[in-house]
């Protein structure tokens, strides 16, 4: 009974990981408008198709929709997102319905993957 728990649990975390988008090292400028704290300025730490981790100063209340605001290689991002998690000032945001900065976010997680793959970052 034992051995078949641990395979259901080695099958429940692959399906985990099989969701997870990989992230990229990306340092820029972002904005972030919430209702309840204003105008926050912040810095970026990863990116993935799916959404984006920021340090703020400022905290912002998880499960807030927010909007976001940066810049990246193949053009200016304006779209919305949740605030999924805080760590500290480390937060991360989850994407909403990105529309067309969808298309500039995909572009610059392709080329990512292929320069940290040269560089031989995760």
Do not use: W
Request: include cysteine; glycine fraction near 10%; aromatic fraction near 8%.
């Amino acid at each position: 009974m034992e051995a078949q728990n641990d395979l259901g649990d080695a099958r429940f975390r692959g399906m985990e990981d099989a969701r997870r988008q990989p992230r990229f090292k990306i340092n820029v400028g972002i904005k972030v408008n919430s209702r309840t704290c204003g105008l926050l300025k912040g810095h970026t730490v990863d990116l993935s198709e799916s959404g984006i981790s920021a340090i703020l100063t400022i905290e912002v209340p998880v499960g807030e929709i927010v909007e976001l605001e940066f810049t990246l290689p193949f053009g200016a991002v304006t779209t919305y997102a949740i605030v999924r998690q805080r760590n500290a000032f480390r937060y991360g945001f989850q994407f909403i319905d990105p529309g067309s900065a969808s298309k500039i976010v995909h572009s610059t997680c392709r080329k990512l993957a292929i320069e940290q793959s040269l560089l031989g970052e995760p």
